[in-house]
């Protein structure tokens, strides 16, 4: 078997999808970020004495060294002129003589945050982690890299925000020592780390339920990385000696080998407190392999809607409320919740709907996304006062302009005629060609719009796919409306394949050829 093929077995026995727990390693893959030391290194000379000096303050450990050099900036960053702008930035920020070098630090994160790594390879791995199928992420990581990828998860910074707060354990990220958007949580001095350990036995035990329910992908530590191995004792702790075997297949280490090619998988263990835990590492130069496996994983709802749902299902159970609204609703991968109070769903959508009038209120998304390419001669008025406002309390993205054109509802250059619409259905009708783009795909445009600049040329260099996810980076006159047209009606098995991301951008396609073919007319 191929290592695709090996991995793929592995992890699809699991009946839930994976959690990625994620270290530095990651962050220097993709972000050239430095690593702690380094870190410490360039802060020291900034505070004024040699890093060794601060090294020996420290005696060698690393929270000791930052709060050695915390002090010592403490005093330069209130007086010295060259810190004069961050102070009048951040002085509301500063609450303790450590809170000067966790401003710094973190500026300094944010920074170099931007300046993401974008050579073909990098690149590959960062798109095919995007579409990763995963419940959730786990990182001690303080840079934002992960919010850009995962724009729909929840982010809780910190143990504290962790700890009491009411998790899913899906679609969130947890951000365990803290974030560079919120200085003062970064996990970094010595009080502040014996603090973080203090609570471990808390937060093993807030962590504990993924460990056992789901498999768990290191990435970007090594197999001997103390943060690691104090959480996986603490969580150890929590079991007894027989319940350890649950872990058993669930700990996979993805570990950077630059002379293995292709990806190596075999069977491990790691100690752990006096523990013993069976461990999978892939040992790998390129990390595309595995998050192609994770990228296939088949799940028919995104991680964003299934924490709505969880959400809206421990409300009713907690609150029991009759006063909400109870409203029946198909629900899809770009479904918005936001909007009702309770979500239920007993028996089939199709049962709910035969005790309900079918009009132009059942017509779904699906319905439209195939008549724009395939006219099904429905009532333009119709559909935009009595299908669309039902159908954008859920979704959204529908094909609009069609409609609007047809019902004359627009003129020749895609303006409003009419301020009585619903509303929904008004703030689709200011679409722009650029809302369509997936927002953490945006870094690559220049390069797209460069290298590719056709349409006819994307669908050539690349999968069908990623197609669906460049396509709104080109300039809107550089697809042809015929071309984007064939390749809709020849990959609409495209709403019915591939995970949930990939599905919703060819959604966003369809409403690109929307957008493109009836929202502007030449003036007759």
Not at 277 to 295: M, N
Not at 351 to 368: A, F, S
Not at 391 to 396: E, H, T, V, Y
Not at 424 to 436: G, S
């Amino acid at each position: 078997m191929s290592f695709n093929e090996d991995f793929s077995a592995h992890i699809s026995k699991f009946p839930t999808a994976p959690f990625l727990f994620v270290g530095s390693g990651l962050s220097r893959r993709y972000l050239d970020l430095e690593d702690w030391e380094s870190l410490l290194r360039k802060f020291a000379s900034v505070a004024g004495k040699p890093y060794k000096y601060y090294r020996s303050s420290g005696n060698n450990d690393y929270p000791s060294i930052a709060t050695a050099i915390a002090k010592d900036l403490h005093e330069l960053w209130w007086t010295a002129p060259s810190f004069k702008n961050s102070r009048d930035e951040f002085k509301a920020e500063s609450i303790n003589n450590e809170s000067a070098l966790k401003i710094e630090i973190s500026q300094h994160i944010k920074k170099e945050s931007e300046k993401c790594i974008t050579t073909p390879e990098i690149q590959a791995e960062i798109d095919l982690l995007r579409k990763a199928v995963i419940d959730g992420i786990i990182t001690t990581n303080w840079d934002v890299f992960l919010e850009k990828i995962f724009t729909d998860f929840e982010v809780y910074i910190g143990q504290e925000e962790l700890l009491f707060s009411p998790t899913q354990s899906i679609g969130e990220i947890y951000k365990i020592h803290g974030c560079c958007t919120k200085p003062n949580s970064l996990v970094l001095t010595k009080d502040v780390r014996d603090l973080f350990d203090s609570r471990n036995p808390y937060l093993a035990s807030k962590l504990l339920t993924i460990f056992v329910e789901h498999p768990v992908v290191f990435v970007g530590y090594s197999l001997s990385d103390p943060n690691i191995l104090d959480i996986l004792k603490s969580i150890a702790s929590c079991l007894t000696t027989k319940n350890i075997s649950q872990l058993t297949d669930r700990l996979i280490f993805l570990q950077w080998d630059a002379g293995q090619t292709p990806p190596i998988m075999e069977k491990s263990t790691i100690v752990a407190g006096g523990f013993n835990l069976p461990v999978v590492s892939i040992r790998t130069s390129d990390y595309s392999p595995v998050f192609k496996v994770l990228s296939d994983l088949k799940r028919r709802f995104p991680a964003r809607l299934l924490r709505q749902l969880k959400e809206h299902v421990y409300t009713l159970v907690k609150d029991n409320d009759p006063k909400h609204k109870l409203y029946v609703q198909d629900i899809d991968a770009d479904t918005d919740l936001s909007d009702i109070d309770l979500v239920l769903g007993v028996g089939a959508i199709a049962k709910m709907e035969m005790v309900t009038t079918i009009g132009y209120t059942g017509i779904k998304r699906l319905d439209l996304l195939e008549d724009v390419m395939n006219d099904k001669k429905f009532d333009p008025k119709k559909i935009v006062e009595e299908t669309l406002p039902s159908l954008f309390k859920s979704n959204r993205y529908s094909p609009v302009f069609k409609y609007l054109r047809a019902g004359g509802y627009i003129d020749h250059k895609g303006k409003l005629l009419s301020t009585k619409l619903d509303k929904k259905v008004i703030q689709a009708a200011k679409a722009q060609f650029e809302d369509f783009a997936p927002p953490e795909y945006c870094f690559s445009k220049q390069s797209i719009v460069d290298k590719i600049k056709t349409f006819k040329k994307l669908v050539k260099e690349f999968s069908r796919e990623d197609v669906a996810f460049y396509a709104p980076l080109l300039k809107p006159e550089n697809i042809s409306i015929p071309d984007l047209l064939d390749f809709l009606k020849s990959n609409m098995d495209l709403l019915d394949k591939g995970n949930s991301v990939s599905r919703t951008q060819f959604m966003k396609l369809i409403c690109i050829y929307d957008w493109l073919a009836y929202k502007a007319q030449p003036k007759k």
